[in-house]
């Protein structure tokens, strides 16, 4: 049995909902000159189709939790491509101008409270369900984590944003000393 709370309800509602609104927004705004890849375009088919192909299987015998642990590994495919071209760019470019660390680091985050949530429900119930008996929650929440790391190990430590340097011209006051010599000898200040 695949141990699911109302919070996993509640992600997955919320997850379900902003990917709908995304979407909406593909459709309804201008793109420019930007167009579907085809590798994306047959990705997202082939997906589909072994959904469709899936669903179909499992409708008569009733198979849903076979067919939801399908659902689950297309998720943690997806998942793996969606942040792979990302990770190649910033690597291609050496920079992550242009780059939401922010949601980054709060999908960092989320992981990691995933990851407390199950130990600590693990704990409580003296089993370690939480984590094979849902293996897509797990593997999902491990990949974004090592991605989250390596995308902030890019923007932070790799290709850190370069500071401005504002350069003047010297100036009289730059020529002079810091520190300027006193008049009275050394053996007098001891």
Sequence with gaps: MIPVAA?????????????AITLFQIVIYERGSQKF???????VCAVWLV??????????????????????????????????????MNFMR??????SIGNILLDFLGGVANYAQMAVQSIDQNSWVNFYGNIGKTLLSLISILFDLLFMCQH???????KEVISRKPGKEDLEPLVK?????QSDNV
Excluded: R
């Design 94 to 99: 050496k920079s992550t101008d242009g780059f």
């Design 37 to 43: 890849s085809k590798i994306s375009i047959g990705i």
């Design 51 to 88: 959904a469709a192909v899936c669903f179909f299987m499992a409708l008569p015998s009733h198979s849903w939790l076979w067919l939801i642990s399908i659902f689950n590994s297309i998720q943690v495919f997806m998942t793996i491509i969606k942040y792979i071209p990302q990770a190649v």
């Design 156 to 162: 932070y430590i790799l290709y850190p944003a370069k």
């Design 7 to 19: 919070n996993d309800v509640a992600f997955s509602t919320h997850a379900v909902l902003l990917t």
């Design 181 to 185: 010599p006193s008049e009275e000898s």
